[in-house]
């Protein structure tokens, strides 16, 4: 797995709406990468509606929020449109990007691992837990002022 001091392994991979989204392209700002297992199911969806919820904050701080599972593009799309989720969620479904951060799980799913990245790509903290609110607690902690 990715480790905290490495820089963020740069990747291409389609959007929900089946763009091309490109990690670097978020240089100069901090990011929030979050994997989650799959689309619309309870931990995710929880998870995903924090980031939602939290998301003007985020943004107003300048981080970048953006979302990966192994789901495809309709069904990322299909869970963007559902809970209103305003950031990029990227259809990983060749499992590449989940395998180069080292968070693919037995089953092929992504497991639930957070990276928190700093302007220059270079990851500042791993949350690694299956409680999904906790990697909206700790990227509030990390980015947001209290």
Do not use: W
Request: with cysteine.
């Amino acid at each position: 797995m990715v480790a905290v001091g490495e820089q963020a392994p740069d990747f291409e991979a389609p959007n929900q709406d089946g763009s091309p989204f490109r990690l670097s392209s978020l240089r100069g700002s901090p990011v929030v990468l979050y994997f989650y297992p799959k689309a619309d199911t309870p931990g995710c969806t929880i998870e995903s509606k924090g980031f939602r919820d939290h998301y003007a904050e985020f943004q107003s701080h300048r981080v970048a929020v953006v979302g990966v599972s192994t789901d495809d593009c309709p069904q990322q799309k299909a869970f963007a449109v559902k809970y209103g989720l305003p950031f990029p969620l990227i259809a990983d479904h060749s499992k590449a990007v989940a395998t180069q951060y080292g968070v693919l799980g037995a089953g092929g799913a992504a497991r639930r691992v957070s990276f928190f990245l700093d302007e220059k790509g270079t990851v500042l903290e791993v949350v690694d837990t299956s409680s999904a609110p906790t990697h909206l607690t700790r990227a509030r902690a990390r980015f947001l002022p209290r």
